[in-house]
């Protein structure tokens, strides 16, 4: 127990002689005496000093570091409301001195060397300087702290090699120098640590080869060796260390395949291995590996097929399996795996066609660049992320796809040989801003991909951040950036933890300058832990290397921003470009938070070499379509179908002020947006509005009331209807659109779109689409097909069409307040609608 608890005067008053005879002193006492040891108090405060952290140290009351919390037993070093912190051991010379047995100093950002005093703490059990910013070597003095156990310097800027005197600490059982700038090999001393259990050296700077000592040490649960420039091969003892649970090797230099003793590692419930070069091996070890959860064996070289007794790893949450050479189909027993949630086989041999079943945990799915073929599986669902971009699937008109993933398939299908575009600019991960034809801020996923309505340009992404669910696939920040004339083009960038790809699509072939601007948005500046983060990752244009190891902040060339635009020159042959930002395991993973890694860019812009021969210009130039659907139930007087899909300019409607947004409620309480569109017919004569509306999910069909706007009952939509349906039987239904945006608009796409809007009228539901099928025909995966009568409900109206073709309207802004003759002669029951009006 602590002796810290018995008064300083009490113990100046006793004195323990041999043979037990107790003789009373009377010393002279003072309240400031000290218990810790004089020249580990003096080291201490030396420590501390050279660190700059001086202030509030909240123990260190009685001028006596082994004082108050650092003597209670009940506060672990560990407590996090202490920190800097240490704990003492009061039993040395009859309880009556106290030695430093742990020190923490985590995340304070404390700066300078390690002083020479931290060294003569040989007591210390538990020393942790994690998160500073430590500069200088580590002294060979560390072979004195011969107690250690738990030892980290990581995330430091330490630099030197490692003293082989560390191989004296023969107590340690966790030994972390992660994120630091060491250099040279590993002393082969560390091997003589049999007892290790924990091993963390990514990022740490040393390099060479994992030495031979290693092979002893067989009581290793945790070894983080990614980031690291080892080199030679990864050696086979380490199949010996059989007590491992987590094991990374990504992004290193290894030459070779993986030893097959690696079926012996039966614990592992992590393992992560990448970037192999030069050596092929057998997916066959994985199968014994019955604890994993995470399987990252990516860049390999694997060039067999899949287990099919994969199916015995029950608890595999995670495997990525991608950038190898698999051949073969993918087995039913991977699809049917009960834990597996995401799962990545993208840039494989694979052919033949996805299972057919699918365990409900599966829900992020890449099978990118390979050879599959055959249909979408019925499991498809838009809760489920499917990455299928380049490979041979037929029927991918699946309203559960994105629209235009057919221009995603192999070959690039869409333009190829009928090219309509010369150059496509991006701003990667944002909203859209004028120096650009497209912004791409659509929320990518662990295995998504778009493609802009344009079909100009497209993006697909394979990877998820390990480690943290909740890194977002891109970034902002409102910092201007000093060395660009567009700031705001760099506040924002896309992320991503894998493989991101960008495709220029339909361009004309010939040579192009890609121009790339990149910018760092979280790693920050500065003499702080949170700069020491590296953000490393390579880039290939049209399959070729543009840049190997590229780390943003270092190109920017370390000053207080960070912008880099890089231009290079690519060549198109078959109408379409691909540039491709890949995470080859390399960088920090985690500095200054989990998830910081992987390919960040902030804009993409390509420019033809030559003159084109190609308008550029988009079908239906940055147009919108806007759909519009309200239900029909006659007898109840619910609000009745009227669907009108229209085309609009946005901008230029609101310009005009003719668009206006109502907000509104459905009886369930859920909103609704209601759009008011003015249009005005060719001939000048009609105007009438229609609402916009969008609903969020329409599950309850059968009563929908609309408060707040305009819009009092069916009658009017009945109206809208029954004009439409007059229109189209005469085949003008091209009046329905604002005169105000022809030529902006693709006739027979307004065709289709009032087809449809006119399929949705149908009295008989079976007749009448599902929504998710009116989605496909709009996006042109589903045929139209033909449009069935009119409704029995509109062929009741009587209604005078010459009077009311003859109509007009003088202006928007008077239709509130004219009232129409026209519609009061066509119901019944119609009331005297303020929107539509005649003069
Ligand atoms: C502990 O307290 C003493 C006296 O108050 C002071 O001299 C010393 O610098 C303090 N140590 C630290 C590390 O702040
Ligand atoms: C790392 O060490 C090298 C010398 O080995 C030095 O040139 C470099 O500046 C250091 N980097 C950092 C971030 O401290
Ligand atoms: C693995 O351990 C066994 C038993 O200790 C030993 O005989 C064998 O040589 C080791 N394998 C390697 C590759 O070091
Ligand atoms: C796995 O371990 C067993 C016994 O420990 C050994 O006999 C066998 O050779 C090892 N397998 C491999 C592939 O190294
Ligand atoms: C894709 O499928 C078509 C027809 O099924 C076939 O002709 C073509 O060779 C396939 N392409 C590839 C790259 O597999
Ligand atoms: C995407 O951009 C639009 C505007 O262009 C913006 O309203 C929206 O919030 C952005 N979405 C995200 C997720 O940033
Ligand atoms: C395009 O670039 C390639 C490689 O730089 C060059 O060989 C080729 O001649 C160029 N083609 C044209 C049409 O300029
Ligand atoms: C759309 O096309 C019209 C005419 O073709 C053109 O005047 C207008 O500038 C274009 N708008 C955009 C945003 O490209």
Redesign the pocket.
């Known amino acids: 127990m602590s002796a810290a608890l018995i008064p300083p005067w009490l113990l100046n008053l006793v004195v323990v002689v041999n043979g037990g005879i107790f003789l009373l002193l009377l010393l002279p006492t003072s309240v400031e005496s000290q218990n810790t040891d004089p020249a580990e108090a003096k080291a201490f405060n030396t420590i501390f000093k050279n660190w700059g952290i001086t202030s509030n140290i909240a123990w260190n009351t009685s001028d006596d570091p082994c004082s108050g919390s650092a003597v209670q037993d009940s506060i672990s070093i560990e407590d996090t409301s202490h920190d800097p912190f240490i704990k003492c051991d009061c039993t040395f010379n009859n309880n009556s001195t106290c030695r430093i047995t742990a020190l923490k100093v985590y995340s304070l950002d404390a700066k300078g060397q390690i002083p020479d005093e931290l060294w003569t703490l040989t007591y210390l059990t538990n020393l942790n300087l994690a998160q500073n910013y430590l500069?200088g070597s580590i002294s060979p003095s560390i072979g004195n702290l011969t107690k250690m156990q738990y030892l980290t310097f990581g995330i430091n800027?330490l630099?030197g090699n490692l003293p082989k005197e560390i191989g004296k600490l023969t107590q340690l059982k966790s030994l972390a120098l992660s994120t630091n700038?060491f250099?040279g090999p590993l002393p082969s001393e560390l091997g003589n640590i049999d007892g290790l259990e924990q091993l963390y050296l990514d990022s740490s700077?040393f390099s060479g080869e994992i030495p031979p000592s290693f092979s002893k040490l067989v009581n290793l649960q945790k070894v983080w060796m990614s980031d690291v420039e080892f080199n030679g091969s990864i050696p086979e003892f380490i199949g010996n260390w059989t007590q491992l649970i987590d094991l990374r090797l990504e992004g290193n230099s290894f030459a070779g395949s993986i030893p097959s003793s690696f079926s012996n590692l039966t614990a592992l419930q992590t393992l992560r291995i990448g970037d192999l070069s030069n050596g092929t091996s057998s997916l066959a070890f994985i199968t014994n590996l019955t604890s994993l959860n995470t399987l990252v064996l990516r860049d390999i070289d694997f060039s067999d097929s899949i287990p099919t007794d994969i199916g015995g790893l029950a608890k595999l949450n995670y495997l990525d399996l991608s950038f190898n050479k698999i051949s073969g189909k993918i087995p039913d027993s991977l699809f049917s795996l009960g834990s597996l949630q995401y799962l990545f086989l993208g840039n494989n041999k694979l052919t033949g066609t996805l299972p057919s079943n699918k365990s409900s945990s599966l829900t992020n799915i890449d099978v990118s660049y390979n050879q599959l073929s055959g249909t979408i599986p019925t499991w498809i669902s838009s809760t489920i992320q499917l990455n299928l971009v380049a490979n041979n699937f037929t029927g991918i008109s699946n309203s559960a796809l994105p629209s235009g993933s057919k221009c995603l398939q192999n070959d690039f299908p869409c333009y190829l040989g009928n090219p309509k575009y010369s150059s496509f600019a991006v701003k990667c991960g944002g909203p859209q801003i004028k120096a650009s034809d497209g912004t791409e801020n659509e929320s990518l996923g662990p295995a998504t991909y778009y493609v802009a309505d344009t079909e100009r340009w497209g993006v697909s992404n394979a990877g998820h951040f390990l480690a943290n669910n909740n890194v977002s696939f891109f970034a902002s920040t409102s910092s201007q950036f000093s060395n660009t004339l567009d700031s705001e083009l760099f506040q924002t960038a896309r992320l991503s933890p894998g493989s991101l790809r960008y495709y220029g699509l339909g361009l004309e072939n010939g040579n192009y300058t890609v121009t790339l601007q990149f910018a760092e948005l979280t790693i920050q500046n500065g003499n702080t832990w949170k700069s020491?983060g590296r953000r490393v990752f390579d880039v290939y244009i049209q399959g070729n290397l543009a840049l190997k190891n590229f780390d943003i902040r270092k190109a920017a060339g370390g000053v207080s921003y960070s912008v880099v635009k890089d231009t290079f020159n690519a060549t198109v042959t078959s109408n379409h470009l691909e540039i491709h930002l890949l995470w080859a395991g390399k960088g920090t993973c985690c500095v200054p938070a989990q998830g910081t890694y992987g390919p960040s860019i902030s804009a993409i812009s390509i420019t033809p070499n030559f003159v084109p021969t190609v308008t550029n210009k988009p079908p239906s130039n940055n147009t919108h379509l806007i759909l519009a659907i309200v239900l029909p139930v006659a007898c109840l007087c619910l609000l009745l179908i009227a669907v009108c899909y229209v085309i609009v300019k946005r901008r230029r409607l609101r310009a005009a002020q003719d668009e206006e947004l109502l907000g509104g409620k459905l009886s369930d309480g859920r909103d609704v947006a209601v759009k008011q569109l003015a249009f005005k017919s060719r001939q000048g004569k009609r105007q009438f509005v229609a609402e916009i509306v969008t609903i969020s999910s329409v599950k309850h069909r059968n009563l929908v009331k609309l408060h707040g706007c305009c819009i009092e009952g069916e009658n009017r939509l009945l109206v809208y209807e029954y004009m439409t349906w007059q229109l189209y039987e005469s085949k003008r239904e091209l009046d329905l659109i604002d005169e105000k945006l022809e030529g902006m608009f693709n006739e027979e796409e307004v065709k289709k779109v009032i087809r449809i809007g006119l399929l949705c009228t149908q009295t008989a539901h079976t007749q009448r689409p599902s929504m998710s099928r009116v989605v496909a025909m709009l996006a042109g995966d589903v045929e139209v097909g033909n449009v069935p009568a009119k409704p029995g409900y509109l062929a009741d109206w009587r209604y005078d069409d010459a009077s009311f073709l003859s109509t007009t309207v003088s202006s928007y802004n008077g239709a509130y307040t004219t009232t129409s003759s026209a519609t009061t002669t066509m119901s019944p029951n119609a009331q005297v609608s303020p929107l539509l009006t005649t003069t």
């Open positions: 500069t800027a630099s700038n250099s700077g020491l």
